[in-house]
């Protein structure tokens, strides 16, 4: 889990050009909106691309982003129980 | 009494001055954006998510606002008062190919939302008003190359509402990502009635973007 988490990171930093973040300063508890790395709207369905794109998940419901969203740790879970590649 | 020259920044993928004095720097093309905003600006991580044409019109605003030593929150009057009126040849061309490539191939199409919002020229604007907080006008015009007497004319047209008081003016482009030129300059109202004075010091700043 530790290695998807870091790998994780590395993809969301790449993404969403977050140039002056390195992995090991995201917080895997912290919120990953509003306080913590301070993403907007854009970045949310940024998000929902990468999750796409990298792990096969189609996420029908933007919605539940809120949801998914919420930290790395609870990102990365949901990864791994629904990614289809 | 003599008027004084309007203050000025300069900006391509090999050069930068500020009232004619050149900056030092390293790097070239896109990265010589990153350098400026590292040396000279350093505290809007927005700046890493946009397209070429917003960086060079954000680092040209931000070396000219530092120049002038302006207030970044200025009155509410001063905010409601300052317009932005940019010009370019190629307006979005560039993040319209960056976006179209992530739609290119069927069996590999994400379309990129943070690629997609800067296919329209008048983001940069966008981008210097949320900044500086500025609630004025803001216009980007396409034309195949600047030309002091049109901008001139574009800006004394700008002044006619009664609420703007100064206009950042100023050319921006961007071709290609590592392909930029940009001029940039605040006219006040007061400089507005004389165009042919306002002509004349656009064309300067033109002759030197065009000779770098």
Not at chain 1, 31 to 54: R, W, Y
Not at chain 2, 179 to 184: E, L, N, R, S, V
Request: hydrophobic fraction near 40%; include cysteine.
């Amino acid at each position: 889990m530790e290695e998807m988490i870091l790998k994780l990171k590395q993809e969301i930093i790449e993404v969403l050009n977050l140039e002056d973040i390195k992995p090991e300063e995201i917080d895997n508890d912290a919120p990953l909106f509003g306080e913590g790395l301070g993403l907007d709207s854009i970045d949310a369905l940024e998000l929902i691309v990468l999750m796409e794109k990298n792990y096969g998940i189609k996420l029908q419901d933007p919605a539940k982003g809120k949801e998914i969203f919420k930290s790395i740790n609870v990102m990365a879970d949901y990864i791994q129980k629904n990614r289809t590649r | 009494m003599e008027r004084r020259e309007l203050d000025f920044v300069v900006l391509n993928q090999g050069y930068v001055s500020v009232n004619g004095r050149e900056l030092e720097h390293e790097a070239s093309g896109n990265a010589l954006l990153t350098e400026l905003y590292r040396n000279h600006i350093a505290d809007w991580p927005k700046f890493f998510k946009m397209d070429t044409l917003s960086k060079a019109g954000f680092v040209a605003s931000e070396l000219l606002i530092k120049e002038l030593g302006e207030h970044r929150l200025g009155s509410e009057e001063f905010a409601q008062g300052r317009a932005i009126v940019l010009f370019g040849a190629t307006a979005s061309l560039c993040a319209d190919r960056n976006y179209q490539e992530t739609i290119q191939d069927k069996d590999n199409y994400y379309p990129s939302p943070a690629l997609f919002v800067y296919t329209l020229p008048n983001i940069v604007t966008g981008e210097i008003a949320i900044r500086n907080h500025w609630r004025g006008e803001t216009s980007f015009y396409v034309t195949e190359a600047p030309d002091a007497a049109q901008m001139a004319f574009h800006l004394a047209c700008a002044f006619q509402d009664q609420v703007t008081d100064s206009i950042l003016a100023g050319w921006v482009d961007s071709s290609r990502n590592d392909d930029f030129q940009a001029f940039m300059t605040v006219v006040r109202r007061e400089d507005a009635a004389d165009t042919g004075w306002i002509e004349g010091q656009l064309k300067r700043m033109i002759n030197i973007l065009n000779n770098k």
